[in-house]
């Protein structure tokens, strides 16, 4: 079947439709039609191109999804040379000085003569292209190579939507632009996400990831990664009659549908330029793309060309750097430091380095498995970023820089500090000294966590004084907190005698508790309030808990093998043991009772539920009676609630007990259910 004229004028108004709105979705960021109906213009236009292959144009938005592998990458002879700039190795303004005193003395003007006029851009952290498009029609795309010779990649640039296929306006009849291609930060982070979940090889920054994709050889691949781009240049024009500036002609491209970057301005004299500079230096770290630095163009091309070149750079341009965000250095060593919460947290050690400003020593990895994502080695070249204020990082290593002598990273058995056992929960990235009390690092965490209301009840020992009783090393176990006197406090900054003995009162009456709450302030790992009664009710007293195995604590109500592991390996090191003789010598004391008996009566085992207010006892006091009884309390009520005890304006828990079909009590249903057990 031939086309008929219908036919074909249908698929030039598909395409043109089409297009509009990629522009309009991918340049301008403003779609104008849903997604449904773009995809229904597109499909039917597919349909056309699939039943007339003739109506298939290059530029139809159809070829950008990607066609056949290349067998390789074909040579490309620039007709306009591809240069590149000199760079200002002087990174602050006196940079734009020399770059102008250049300019004005080939340009043989004095100082009486007015200041030139310039074009400041950004320096985007991509790879440079050419684009040539004949009769508004894009027919080639090439990297710059060595400058005269690229490689032509047209099959894959064809897949990145920022490009046009077909420009809009009146386009000349030949046009070479020349750009950036890069990828955002987001969109290379959402490419990392992928590709991490895939379980694939991570990509190092985004820069080398577009380079990659542009020149993959299978298109299918390019089309994947979420390539952007900019035009700022021009190469081969034929016969075009140029717009008389830089700025217009970035102008003029917008008009074409070519993307150009909105921080462009046209800046008078050396001033212009540091304010330009200046303004785009505190804007880096938050625009979406990398940029190593701005460009400043003189903006008429009669001065350009008056200006010409020196060997292979051009005289009217200068790119002038910022401080590099990503750098290579050695890793010297990785170093395991630990947390208040007693996590090991893997730091490098770098041989120093100036990046992003400030010079480099060290920066944090995380955890052992970042490391292993990360792939680096003890003794590798490894590429290390800081961006802004963010906190430097390990990219990754340069494998190809590799001598044999490196080593892998082999988390420590025992706490660096406190020498007490490392332990990780097979679930967890984190490992973890298990030295709680007893380590340094965990001991001002530790003793706040005694201290607290649902533990000890020390009133008025918070965050501050913990600080200076630790730093000024007054207390080191809270074995040391029973032997204060008011001399050592009285030591301490900003501590008025009458706070001191406030503080040594509250200490007073901390001295005798519960042993749920004395368990609790040990703070065992993943042992919370809930659990420490369970235990104080099970085993009744101390010495039965801290002699018990791994395969006795499973059988607490609610306590798992993970539990079991912790509260095991918790009393199995020798210094926890101690301080708790200590706490012991210095006159803490609990209630002990003899092993919980299981409770036979009504309530035992049984999961209640509090709502409203109860004619005469506080929610606190119906819990307490509850637990004692042998049942448990929970603030949610499902389908493993037993009874829901509803006083005064119940509400919505209530609700959910009559749709679940759960008893509902009152006070006194709840008073005789007890006395039953
Ligand atoms: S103009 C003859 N403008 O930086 C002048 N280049 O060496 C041609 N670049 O390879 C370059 N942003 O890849 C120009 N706004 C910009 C740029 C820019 C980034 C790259 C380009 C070039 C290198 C300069």
Redesign the pocket.
């Known amino acids: 079947m031939i086309a008929s004229a219908l036919e074909f004028e249908r698929a030039a108004r598909l395409r043109r439709e089409l297009e509009a709105h990629n522009h309009a979705y991918y340049v301008l960021d403003a779609p104008t039609i849903p997604d449904a109906e773009y995809d229904r213009l597109f499909r039917e236009l597919e349909a056309l191109e699939r039943d007339y292959p003739e109506l298939a144009t290059p530029d139809s938005p159809t070829q950008r999804v990607g066609g056949a592998p290349m067998p390789e990458l074909a040579a490309v002879r620039h007709a306009v040379p ?4 000199r760079t200002e190795t002087d990174t602050t303004n006196g940079g734009v000085v020399a770059f102008d005193t250049r300019v004005r003395n080939a340009l043989g003007l004095g100082s009486a003569d007015a200041p030139v006029e310039y074009l400041g ?4 952290d ?3 292209i050419s684009l040539r498009y004949e009769h508004g029609v894009l027919v080639r795309a090439a990297t ?1 190579g060595d400058g005269e010779t690229g490689e032509d990649v047209t099959h894959n640039v064809r897949t990145i939507r920022q490009i046009p296929l077909r420009l809009s306006g009146k386009p000349p009849a030949l046009l070479e632009v ?1 750009g ?1 291609i890069y990828m955002r930060r987001d969109d290379f982070q959402r490419l990392n996400a992928r590709q991490e979940q895939a379980g694939e090889k991570l990509f190092i920054n985004p820069r080398n990831t577009a380079a990659g994709a542009v020149r993959q050889l299978d298109p299918r691949i390019a089309a994947k990664r979420p390539l952007s781009f900019f035009a ?2 021009l190469g081969e024009t034929g016969d075009w009659a140029l717009p008389p500036t830089q700025a217009a002609l970035l102008d003029a491209f917008a008009a074409f549908g070519l993307p150009v970057c909105e921080h462009r301005v046209v800046a008078v004299g050396v001033d212009g330029l540091c304010e330009f500079h200046d303004r785009i230096a505190a804007l880096r770290d938050s625009l979406p793309y990398d940029i190593d630095g701005v ?1 400043y ?1 003189v903006n008429r091309f009669d001065l350009q060309r008056e200006l010409g070149f020196v060997t292979r750079e ?1 005289r009217w ?1 200068v ?1 002038h750097k910022y401080p590099a965000q990503e750098e290579i250095t050695e890793l010297l060593d990785i170093e395991v430091q630990v947390g208040r919460t007693g996590a090991l947290t893997p730091v490098a050690r770098l041989k120093p380095v100036f990046v992003g400003g400030v010079t480099v020593t060290n920066a944090t990895l995380h955890n052992e498995e970042e490391i292993l994502r990360k792939g680096v080695l003890i003794g590798d070249q490894v590429i290390v970023r800081r961006a802004g204020d963010v906190i430097p990082e390990v990219v990754g290593p340069i494998v190809e820089r590799r001598k044999g002598g490196e080593r892998a990273f082999v988390m420590p058995t025992r706490c660096p500090v406190c020498a007490s056992h490392v332990e990780k929960a097979e679930d967890e990235v984190v490992a973890r000294c298990t030295g709680g009390l007893f380590c340094p690092a965990q001991r001002k965490q530790a003793l706040l966590h005694f201290a607290g209301r649902r533990a000890m009840d020390i009133e008025g020992l918070g965050d501050k004084l913990v600080d200076q009783l630790v730093e000024a090393g007054i207390v080191k176990t809270p074995a040391d907190l029973y032997r204060l006197g008011v001399l050592a406090l009285a030591n301490l900054q900003r501590m008025a005698e009458k706070s001191a003995a406030n503080l040594l009162a509250a200490i007073e009456k901390s001295r005798h508790t519960t042993l749920a709450r004395f368990i609790f302030a040990l703070g065992i790992r993943n042992v919370g309030e809930a659990t420490a009664k369970d235990l104080a009710r099970y085993f009744g007293a101390l010495d039965a808990l801290m002699d018990a195995t791994p395969e006795r604590l499973v059988e607490v109500p609610d306590v798992g093998p993970v539990v079991a592991q912790s509260i095991a390996g918790f009393f199995g090191e020798a210094h926890n043991r101690e301080v708790i003789e200590q706490l012991r010598a210095a006159g803490v004391t609990w209630e002990e009772g003899a092993p919980a008996a299981p409770v036979a009566g009504s309530a035992s085992g049984k999961v209640f539920v509090l709502t409203g207010t109860l004619p005469t006892m506080s929610r606190d006091e119906a819990k307490a009676l509850i637990e004692a009884h042998g049942g448990k309390v929970s603030g949610s009520v499902s389908k493993k609630t037993d009874y829901v005890v509803a006083g005064a304006e119940a509400g919505s828990k209530l609700a959910k007990a009559e749709e679940l079909g759960v008893a509902v009590l009152d006070q006194d249903g709840l008073l005789r259910l007890l006395e039953q057990g």
């Open positions: 591809m240069l590149s700039i851009e950004l320096k985007f991509g790879l440079a710059r020349r950036e700022y240049g460009v163009k051009p341009a790119a």
